[in-house]
């Protein structure tokens, strides 16, 4: 094609992102409907209740005039994320989402050949926002124990070391990182440390607060998990307001919707409902982590997230076949065997008790099908 000429080479390179079947195509596939689907694959919040959802988004959504643009400085939405995490509006950028904070601080740090230090197994837009900029992504391998080889990243700095991204608590292995370590890495490093905390409401505690006391420290927030919707994209970044000021700069205008930025104030308000829920989480976490674990053929990691990670310790048994086995059942688990240290390793949503109880079940079922 002649346009491939045109195309950077970075981008005919790249091979793009996989995520799991998605559940509607699966209940098709299965002659289901989309409710008989198990969606544990995406770390989506599943006990928050649909229609308290939607009567938020009502609420909010009758405020609204969608013909005119958002508010390009989403200034009422910043005012109440930062009196909510206790931090100044100026020190907050608004994103579609985590992610798009994560290309928007590629944007801004990443020249060509610059390097990025990532801690793997972990997230993989990582990865993908470094190398769409033609920067170098290292991986430095977390210890066996998935705690961060602190001197291996502070020895693998180079001058050209621009980020080095923290995932804590981290995706996939569940595990937060002490704050000794996220301390070194912060004051030893002298380079900018995104602490990426999309999961940090379901964890023992976050580090926002840290952003007054070290410049190149920015703690990355997502919507999607804790305060429920992913489906409306919206997640920001906090940093020290001369930092904050730069990378807003590069911010294009009306990056996050109407819809988003109204949710923000309904949602604050509702924080004792929402908190509950995140206790709801933290409780089916202990319950589904101790049946897997009386299960002998799996072995559950402990998880300060709203997942747990999973490895299959049946012998011969692949966690790739249990995953397919699950998906005959409408159940979407996602497979992570291919990461290092995630050999034969399943990522598993906690839902509320009857969809936990289900996959239980669905489980047991395989396993006394499959004996060998
Ligand atoms: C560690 C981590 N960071 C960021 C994101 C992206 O979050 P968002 O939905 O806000 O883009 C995810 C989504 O799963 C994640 O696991």
């Not at 920067?135 to 693998?156: R, T």
């Not at 929402?274 to 072995?299: D, M, P, T």
């Not at 598993?348 to 008790?353: C, E, Q, S, V, Y």
């Amino acid at each position: 094609m002649k346009n491939e000429k045109l195309v950077r080479g970075i981008v005919s390179s790249f091979k793009p992102y996989q995520g799991e079947i998605n559940p509607d195509e699966l209940a098709k596939k299965l002659g289901l409907t989309t409710e008989d689907i198990l969606p544990l694959h995406a770390n989506e919040n599943l006990i928050i209740e649909k229609e308290w959802l939607l009567g938020k988004v009502s609420e909010a959504i009758s405020t609204l005039d969608f013909r005119s643009y958002p508010d390009p400085e989403t200034i009422e939405a910043r005012d109440i994320i930062a009196e909510h995490f206790g931090i100044e509006s100026s020190e907050i950028v608004l994103g579609n989402g985590a992610d798009e904070i994560l290309d928007i601080l590629a944007k801004v740090f990443i020249d060509p050949g610059c390097e990025t230090l990532i801690l793997e197994p972990t997230f993989g837009i990582y990865y993908t926002c470094t190398l769409l900029l033609n920067g170098k992504p290292k991986g430095i391998l977390l210890n066996e124990d998935f705690s961060p080889n602190v001197d291996a990243v502070l020895d693998a700095l180079t001058p050209k070391t621009r980020i080095i991204f923290v995932c804590s608590p981290n995706n996939p292995t569940g595990n937060q990182y002490t704050k000794e370590d996220v301390r070194r890495l912060v004051e030893e490093s002298g380079c900018i440390v995104a602490v990426d905390e999309a999961y940090a409401d379901f964890a023992d505690y976050t580090l926002i607060d840290w952003i007054h006391k070290y410049e190149n420290l920015i703690i990355i927030r997502s919507f999607s998990k804790s305060f429920g919707i992913a489906g409306l994209r919206i997640g920001f970044a906090a940093a020290n307001s001369t930092l904050a000021e730069t990378i807003r700069k590069t911010v294009f205008p009306y990056n996050v919707n109407k819809l988003a930025q109204k949710m923000i104030p309904v949602l604050v308000k509702s924080w004792d409902y929402l908190s509950q829920k995140i206790s709801e989480v933290k409780k089916e976490r202990e319950f589904l982590y101790n049946q897997l674990a009386k299960n002998g053929n799996l072995k559950p990691y402990p998880s300060q997230t709203n997942f747990l990670l999973v490895k299959v310790v049946k012998p011969n048994y692949a966690a790739k076949s249990l995953q397919s086995r699950l998906l005959d059942k409408g159940i979407l688990v996602r497979d992570r065997s291919d990461l290092p240290l995630l050999d034969n390793c399943l990522r598993i949503t906690i839902g509320p008790r009857t969809v936990n109880q289900r996959l239980l079940e669905c489980i047991k079922e395989i396993f006394s099908e499959d004996k060998t």
